[in-house]
């Protein structure tokens, strides 16, 4: 009964540095997307897959990459972190293109410095 | 505290009291909108949805109502309970793709014992 599964939960990088924020579902959700919310700002949409092997991207997906090589992972890759990527990072899968019912993580918090 | 909640619109209540959090939609097109929960610390979490050809919509303790003439939705709560405590959003589908779901900046609920 874990839902959506985000590591790590906190992360500290240096600028220029490279991460990959992980996130997995054990719901069999074709959908997934990944989003960042900064003070006052909501969530905005940085990346999304319909399903395995597709992926697209959202608002805000500049400095950032993703695969969906299985259902159930989807990860986001930082390549080259900078300061403006310090924000609180969740993971979401839904059953439909509605987003109904979407199940989110737990975020991860990102500084870089 | 969550960096989240700086700078938002807050209603302080009662326990005991009914809430009610608004939100102001941008496009008459949208077809579909959702209520998100945040707690402090945690992804949002799903409270409810509406779709455009409704006007109202009831589940537990809660209520959406949709005024498609003038873009509103609100949010009610019966008898609000300190566990309300949280930032709600709003949510709408702006369009028939997954990548056009966009979420309000949020408001703060504070219950009082």
């Known amino acids: 009964n874990a839902g959506v599964t985000q590591t790590p939960k906190f992360q500290v990088l240096k600028t220029g540095q490279s991460m990959t924020l992980q996130c997995a579902q054990d719901m069999n959700h074709e959908y997934m997307s990944w989003y960042r919310q900064d003070p006052g700002m909501g969530l905005r949409l940085i990346h999304y897959?319909?399903?395995?092997?597709?992926?697209d991207q959202g608002e805000v997906p500049n400095g950032y990459n993703v695969s969906r090589s299985t259902t159930e992972d989807f990860p986001l890759r930082l390549l080259s972190a900078a300061p403006s990527q310090t924000s609180v990072y969740f993971c979401?899968?839904?059953?439909?293109?509605?987003?109904?019912?979407?199940?989110f993580g737990q975020g991860t918090r990102l500084t870089v410095v | 505290g969550e960096s989240v909640g700086l700078h938002l619109p807050t209603l302080s209540v009662q326990e005991g009291d009914n809430s009610i959090i608004n939100c102001a939609y941008s496009?008459?097109?949208?077809?579909?909108f959702i209520w998100y929960k945040q707690e402090s610390g945690k992804g949002p979490q799903f409270i409810i949805d509406i779709r455009s050809n409704m006007d109202k919509r009831q589940g537990q303790r809660v209520t959406v109502l949709l005024n498609k003439t003038v873009k509103h939705l609100s949010l009610q709560i019966a008898a609000t309970q300190p566990g309300d405590s949280a930032v709600y959003f709003c949510?709408?589908?702006?369009?028939?793709?997954?990548?056009?779901?966009?979420f309000g900046k949020g408001t703060m609920l504070l219950v009082s014992p």
């Open positions: 897959s319909v399903g395995a092997g597709i992926t």
């Open positions: 496009n008459s097109a949208s077809d579909y």
């Open positions: 949510a709408e589908n702006k369009g028939s793709g997954y990548s056009t779901l966009t």
């Open positions: 979401a899968s839904a059953r439909d293109r509605l987003n109904t019912e979407a199940f």
